[in-house]
């Protein structure tokens, strides 16, 4: 038989006392309340700064998204409101087509004007040929030479405004044509 030992039950159940005494102390001091709000502490010095400057990037590119979608927003409205502007741009453009209309008119008109100032035969003379001429106004045939040659000077001038149509300026999609 085998010989068991008495007192080596009791000194194993003081000994399990005593391990689990042991352990719970080391529980106890591992998650003291001190020593939790230390490891607390550093974990929220070490993880809050990165998290609060993120938090700032986060804020500032909201804010960022904010203007951006307020402009998309603005050329939105710009853009549809561009086509209310299509009428007002066509009366720009037909009244660009009539004033450079009129000023061709105006500008043909003064040409012709001054075209007849030049239609004087003295004048085209006088500013050719330099001569020193005779007084001949005691010769009554060259007096009614230069008559006859003025008044047939004058006539087909007058002739030649008569036969030719005055010029119609035609607009032909933003270009215009002088027709004669």
């Not at 709000?37 to 609060?52: F, N, S």
């Not at 853009?79 to 660009?96: H, P, R, T, W, Y």
């Not at 009129?102 to 007849?116: A, G, I, P, S, V």
């Amino acid at each position: 038989m085998a010989f068991v030992y008495q007192g080596d039950a009791e000194l194993e159940a003081k000994a399990k006392k005593a391990a689990e005494r042991i352990s719970e102390n080391m529980h106890i001091v591992a998650n003291e309340p001190s020593l939790a709000l230390y490891r607390l502490q550093e974990h929220v010095r070490k993880a809050l700064p990165p998290m609060v400057e993120r938090r700032v990037d986060v804020t500032k590119l909201q804010h960022e998204l904010q203007g951006r979608c307020y402009d998309v927003e603005y050329a939105l409205s710009a853009v549809k409101s561009m086509d209310g502007a299509e009428n007002s741009f066509k009366n720009i453009q037909e009244m660009l087509k009539q004033s450079i209309f009129l000023k061709q008119q105006l500008k043909y008109e003064e040409n012709r004007r001054n075209k007849k100032d030049k239609d004087s035969v003295y004048k085209r003379l006088s500013a050719h040929i330099v001569l020193d001429l005779p007084d001949l106004s005691e010769f009554p045939m060259v007096r009614e030479t230069t008559n006859r040659i003025e008044n047939m000077m004058r006539g087909s001038s007058v002739e030649l405004h008569r036969q030719k149509p005055n010029a119609v300026i035609v607009c032909e999609n933003a270009s215009y044509h002088i027709r004669r």
